[in-house]
């Protein structure tokens, strides 16, 4: 009734001065409007035609209802009917020139009419410019069909495209990229068919991409307003098919397909962002796939703030998404295989690109981030870790230091279970300090201790001394067990572990001898032998208690709670190493 009565009142305003009482009532909508029918027929082909073909001889009301722009835009043309001034603006002359084509008010049918001076104003004045070209294009979106059919859509685009381009080109305002904050008022559709003309125009891929990483940030800017993943928004988990939520999926399918060929022209951490958006609205698998395939290419790059992609269960619970960043990292070692045989190196061989070492540096940290994830499992946390070869790891310290946080997130495993958690990392690989901290780890297996234990003995043994901050250097033999069969790699370990046992064994056992001479030979109390006997051993083990290379981690052991002090690694524990 409101708008009834409004639009009678303003009608009013320019109609019933006349001397000649209203004899038809135009309904658009709810709105209704008292006019003459002479006035009316004298402009528009389209209500001449229907007052001559109605059945009804006296014609006294016309809906027109599908008319575009509504109750506004036929008032417009009214009073254009009925010579009354009103303004043409860039918001307007879409939607005014729609419902004058509707209205048929064309020069065909009555000189200088409506429909003609929709058009010069649009070619002359709303075109002219790159932001009148774009407010005129955003008016099209809710007069769709017509206005594309009327080709009001087309020559919009084809002007936009122009002129963005010759703005990317030829910067004439600053910023540089002002243009692309322009484009983003538009709807998804019209964004794409700005970005084809631009492209059919020759427009580089950088200035594509530019445009598009804009579009993406301000039209889903609750989505990926920061990018380290912690800006997602969430949503109730039973509105997951809303309007809106269905709008968003639909606009990050439509930005993905937008993507130029050219697989290193966008930050990674903006496809990560665009990832998180894409886990997080369910979108098609195929976005999916060409957001990972791209975030592979770029990977040396990633930092683990990026590879941190939430996804959520039905309930709205918080997870990640593993299987992501496995396929990611799966895909660029495939990468480097295939360029490392073509490039005629051995990837096999441990010749590994500096790329690859950075992306091992990487994996493991992102490890050790994830290690403390309650649904992480034993499986799932090798099938990561091993993704790497071994050989692109310098040192196994990073991934030790993952392992220790996952061993402390999980305190129930039982032996076999941390066995097969520590089954990716080579003991040989650590440094010197981290060597000591393992020795020292009541968390490890027990298999993992001794190698630390028995490999610092040897060296103090052999009177070597590895270098603060130094990586053990592996032999030939156990850097390349991997390179022959199991079997056989596994019986020379133990051969030489075995016979490196004996040796210990025969040197404990001259020390015990010539402590038992000197102790008969000077009356000394037999406690003596027992005190000579793990003199070798308590001296390291007292070494070895005073270091502690994390202590000043963020994450991994820094705050350790174990009272080590009480722990003497002089006596075995009851789990025998077997070496058979």
Not at 320 to 336: A, C, G, M, W
């Amino acid at each position: 009734m409101n708008s009834m009565s409004s639009s009678l009142q303003r009608t009013g305003q320019w109609v019933f001065s006349q001397d000649i009482p209203t004899d038809v009532v135009v309904e658009v909508g709810e709105a209704n409007f008292s006019l003459h029918k002479f006035m009316l027929v004298a402009k528009s082909n389209y209500i001449r035609k229907l007052i001559m073909e109605s059945k009804d001889s006296d014609v006294t009301r016309i809906d027109l209802s599908d008319i575009p722009g509504g109750p506004e835009m036929f008032e417009k043309a009214a009073k254009f009917c009925y010579g009354v001034n009103f303004e043409i603006t860039v918001q307007n002359v879409a939607a005014l020139h729609c419902a004058a084509e509707f209205l048929q008010m064309t020069d065909k049918y009555c000189d200088n009419n409506l429909a003609g001076r929709t058009q010069d104003f649009l070619s002359q004045v709303a075109l002219s410019s790159l932001s009148g070209a774009v407010v005129v294009l955003k008016s099209c979106e809710i007069l769709l069909p017509i206005s594309r059919d009327l080709g009001i859509v087309r020559r919009c685009v084809d002007v936009v495209g122009a002129k963005a381009c010759n703005e990317a080109m030829f910067p004439c305002r600053t910023p540089p990229n002002w243009w692309t904050e322009e484009l983003c008022i538009l709807d998804v559709d019209f964004f794409t068919d700005v970005v084809a003309s631009m492209k059919q125009r020759g427009l580089k891929p950088s200035s594509l991409a530019s445009a598009i990483i804009t579009y993406t940030e301000r039209s889903l800017r609750d989505l990926v307003r920061d990018h380290s993943g912690r800006g997602v928004k969430f949503s109730d988990p039973e509105n997951n098919d809303s309007e809106e939520r269905s709008q968003q999926r639909d606009l990050v399918e439509s930005i993905v397909s937008l993507l130029p060929s050219d697989k290193g022209l966008f930050p990674i951490n903006f496809l990560c962002s665009l990832l998180r958006c894409v886990v997080f609205l369910e979108a098609s698998l195929a976005s999916k796939n060409e957001l990972e395939k791209r975030i592979s290419v770029v990977l040396e790059h990633v930092t683990v703030d990026d590879l941190l992609i939430p996804s959520f269960t039905y309930d709205g619970e918080r997870l990640l998404d593993l299987d992501s960043v496995r396929r990611i990292i799966s895909t660029f070692v495939e990468k480097e295989k295939n360029v490392g045989v073509f490039n005629g190196g051995d990837f096999n061989k441990g010749l590994c690109s500096a790329s690859l070492q950075r992306v091992a540096r990487t994996v493991d940290s992102y490890l050790a981030e994830i290690a403390t994830y309650g649904e992480l499992t034993i499986s799932k946390f090798n099938a990561i870790a091993n993704l790497v070869q071994k050989s692109a790891r310098k040192s196994d310290d990073d991934l030790y230091r993952a392992i220790d946080i996952f061993l402390k997130a999980h305190p129930n495993l039982d032996e076999i279970e941390r066995e097969k958690v520590c089954s990716s990392m080579d003991p040989l690989k650590l440094s010197y300090e981290a060597r000591l901290h393992a020795s020292q780890n009541k968390r490890l297996p027990v298999n993992i201790v001794l190698h630390a234990l028995y490999y610092d003995q040897l060296k103090l043994r052999s009177g070597v001394e590895d270098k603060e901050g130094a990586v053990v250097v592996v032999p030939e033999a156990v850097a390349t067990r991997g390179q022959v069969k199991a079997d056989a790699s596994l019986a020379r370990e133990n051969e030489a572990l075995r016979s490196e046992l004996m040796k210990m064994k025969m040197y404990v056992s001259d020390l015990q001898k010539s402590g038992a001479a000197g102790a008969s030979s000077s009356n000394a109390p037999p406690s003596n032998k027992k005190s000579s006997k793990s003199t070798f051993f308590s001296s390291v083990s007292k070494k070895l208690g005073k270091l502690n290379p994390f202590r000043h981690g963020s994450k991994d052991t820094s705050n350790i709670d174990e009272d080590l002090a009480g722990v003497d690694i002089t006596k075995p524990r009851r789990r025998r190493f077997s070496i058979s």
